[in-house]
């Protein structure tokens, strides 16, 4: 029951979140004005969620885990990027406010962590291990993806989705190519 609980509170706290991302700026949204809206004490908050901006990660995830979850091959990965980035879309109000905070903990160093984890996560299992040197194109590769997808956000969600896909391959280095055949 506690963790049914806690999973209300969340959700309460998101659908506030939500609301006030959609008619502000994020800098300007004060916890104390979000607990208030949500109906939640500052220590509820507090025990649910570190920041204001975690709470934005953890919609993130729980728009996108399923989609990744329910796909786990980066075989598929322009399948992944076309439901992401739909996805996207369908809360274009609130990323829009969200992708445009550059600060401490932005969705853009999230997404890149996020893009991160999961080509390494769910690589080809035919390939060999990553060397070091991979790794480190992996990373910059998420970076770029990351950033891609923060710029097609903010430019109201143009070019197409095919496009931003298409020109984000174009920029997967060789050598981590092995990856995501």
């Not at 609301?19 to 220590?43: F, H, P």
């Not at 990660?57 to 728009?63: A, C, M, T």
């Not at 322009?78 to 600060?103: I, N, P, Q, T």
């Not at 996560?121 to 998420?142: C, G, H, V, W």
């Amino acid at each position: 029951m506690r963790e049914a609980n806690k999973q209300k509170e969340r959700e309460q706290i998101a659908a506030a979140f939500i609301e006030m991302v959609e008619n502000s700026s994020l800098e300007k949204i004060s916890t104390q004005e979000l607990c208030r809206k949500a109906g939640v004490s500052k220590s509820t908050f507090y025990r649910l969620f570190p920041d204001k901006y975690e709470v934005a990660i953890w919609l993130y995830h729980s728009w996108m885990d399923p989609i990744v979850s329910g796909s786990p091959d980066l075989r598929r990965s322009k399948e992944w990027c076309v439901c992401d980035l739909e996805e996207l879309r369908k809360h274009r109000k609130f990323y829009r406010s969200v992708a445009a905070y550059r600060g401490q903990n932005s969705m853009l160093d999230y997404l890149a962590a996020y893009f991160y984890q999961n080509i390494v996560k769910y690589r080809n299992p035919s390939a060999p291990e990553p060397t070091e040197d991979q790794l480190y194109a992996i990373r910059m590769y998420a970076s770029i993806c990351a950033q891609a997808t923060i710029d097609w956000i903010l430019n109201d969600y143009e070019p197409s989705i095919e496009e931003v896909n298409r020109r984000v391959k174009l920029c997967r280095p060789e050598c981590i190519r092995m990856y995501f055949e």
